[in-house]
């Protein structure tokens, strides 16, 4: 571990890196962007936590206890765990955040379904009581993406899931400098003294997060090509996802380090919006589907072969539920056939308004390939151009598109969220409390909570090649292709530890 010497012990220990995207918003339950998630993992922390693995352990939780019946799980925190304030973390808090966190993630409200009640048996202990058997909460409460289940104080939790919260005191390991926050362009984290890393090893989200830096500085860049000099100026330390189409210029940089995060990278996607014609209307989200080409994406996205594979598998290729069901849906564009279906609809030319991020590279490659073949198939087409955080918060809008609305936006996926049947939120298909496109598919949810239910792997294993098959019949979602993710790191950085997320514990700088 560093040690901080007197004077430059700032500039030798902060490790300054341009994320994906800039952080605008620091609500990190009701914003499922991946750069506000980062940012939770920084501020907040988990009750449970997977391995490099993928097995559940105890994170803020020391211990957790089932009873014989499967109903009652009881968890009890460990020692030394502070919020920033200095005060102690409660049970309270833990049901609190809890409660804001599953009225909002697709998985939490699946729990919610099953759960009978949470009550506090101590200042260290709670209680989850179910209505039948389940490990539910165990799942829920581990997974690490989408919107992971962060804890907040009880204070901060008890604001509704309608309103985004204000304060931003947390337990993590790094706590965020309020007064160095400059909303799209630099955020400030400082290490947490009072935190107490567990005393395992780091795997995956697990472990011991021993912070080795004074700060973190997370600072936005106007464009790529400023990103890659910044790095080999040695102006910043780290770049999260170098773009593919710049790799060349660091690839053989005695001092920079290319990571292949392969549990970072994940599957490309557009959303239909069921809410507002056109898509309301099934043979048109159909047609949609069938006039966009996985490969034309992934060669806009990605280029490079070695780091892109066309895949039907809606859960992922190569995970416990893939499957190639709709793959002549899917893969190949087939614009006749698309063409045929907007006729077979009567079409009206409503205009289908795409969301078209402009300053994150494998996002702004996505929406023109797809925008083309829509055009094709006869759709009116309008590209809307802006940054990904308006993006976040314009999909947010249920208007007509002639009221701000919109018909289609794309974004990427990690392998940790697709794999999920039940916590996959593209999947998911409530209605109004389904993810942004909020399509309503009845059996779609009867499917994923028979699959939160079921215990045997093999039944498992067909419940979610049924839900493949009804998220192609009603195109949900359109699945794009899969990439993986490198990060530049300049030389002296210390790695972190493989993880589904970017985390800077663990993480240490030579200062050379």
């Known amino acids: 571990m560093l040690t901080l010497s007197a004077v430059p012990a700032l500039a030798e220990t902060t490790i300054t890196a341009v994320m994906h995207s800039p952080l605008r918003v620091l609500d990190p339950v009701i914003n499922s962007s991946y750069i506000v998630r980062n940012y939770g993992y920084m501020v907040y922390d988990t009750l449970l936590a997977r391995d490099a693995d993928n097995k559940i352990q105890p994170n803020m939780a020391d211990k957790w206890a089932v009873s014989s019946d499967g109903k009652i799980y009881t968890f009890t925190l460990r020692d030394g765990l502070k919020w920033h304030d200095g005060t102690d973390v409660t049970a309270e808090d833990c049901i609190a955040s809890i409660r804001r966190w599953s009225s909002v993630d ?57 309103e985004p919260i204000k304060a931003t005191i947390g337990s993590g390991p790094f706590r965020l400098v309020t007064a160095e926050f400059k909303p799209g362009v630099q955020v ?16 995956g989200m697990a472990g011991g ?79 949609a589907m069938l006039a966009m080409d996985q490969k034309d994406q992934m060669q806009a996205q990605v280029g490079n072969p070695k780091y892109y594979k066309v895949c039907a598998a809606i859960f992922g290729c ?7 069901i709709g793959a002549d849906k899917l893969i190949e564009g087939q614009i006749d056939k698309a063409a045929e279906l907007v006729k077979q609809a009567k079409y009206d030319g409503t205009p289908v308004v795409i969301l078209h991020p402009t300053d994150v590279p494998e996002l702004a490659a996505m929406p023109p390939v797809y925008a083309a073949a829509l055009k094709k198939a006869g759709f009116n087409v309008q590209l809307q151009a802006m940054d990904w955080q308006t993006v976040t918060i314009n999909r947010t809008s249920r208007e007509p598109v002639t009221k701000g609305g919109w018909s289609i936006f794309s974004t ?15 999947v998911a298909a409530n209605g109004k409390d389904a993810w942004f496109g909020w399509p309503d598919v009845p059996a779609i949810e009867e499917a994923r909570a028979k ?55 663990n993480m240490s700088k030579t200062g050379k």
Do not use: C
């Not at 009804?470 to 030389?491: N, Q, S």
């Open 106 to 162: 697709k998985m939490g409200q699946l729990m919610n379904t099953l759960l009978d009640s949470m009550a506090v048996v101590d200042a260290k202990t709670f209680t989850m009581t179910f209505k039948e058997p389940t490990a539910i909460a165990l799942t829920a409460l581990s997974k690490p993406s989408g919107v992971a289940a962060f804890i907040m104080p009880k204070k901060t939790a008890e604001t509704p899931a309608s």
């Open 188 to 203: 400030v984290f400082e290490k947490f003294k009072d935190y107490v890393p567990r005393k395992e090893p780091a795997s």
């Open 209 to 287: 997060k021993v912070v080795m830096v004074d700060r973190v500085k997370w600072v936005a860049m106007p464009d790529a090509m400023t990103s890659i000099n910044a790095l080999l100026s040695k102006e910043i330390d780290m770049i999260e996802r170098v773009p593919f189409d710049l790799l060349s210029l660091v690839q053989n940089n005695p001092d920079v380090t290319l990571k292949e995060h392969e549990s970072q990278g994940g599957q490309s996607m557009a959303r239909l919006n069921f809410s507002q014609a056109p898509f309301s209307n099934k043979l048109l989200r159909q047609a």
């Open 318 to 324: 190569g995970s416990v539920y893939a499957s190639d």
């Open 412 to 426: 990427t996926n990690t392998f940790g969220d697709i794999g999920e049947p039940i916590g996959f939120h593209a």
């Open 451 to 505: 699959f939160a239910r079921t215990q045997d792997p093999a039944e498992l294993k067909k419940i979610a090649a049924d839900l493949q098959r009804m998220v192609i019949d009603e195109a949900t979602f359109v699945p794009l292709g899969e990439y993986t993710l490198l990060t530049a790191y300049r030389k002296g950085v210390g790695l972190p530890p493989a993880a589904p997320v970017p985390v800077f514990w």
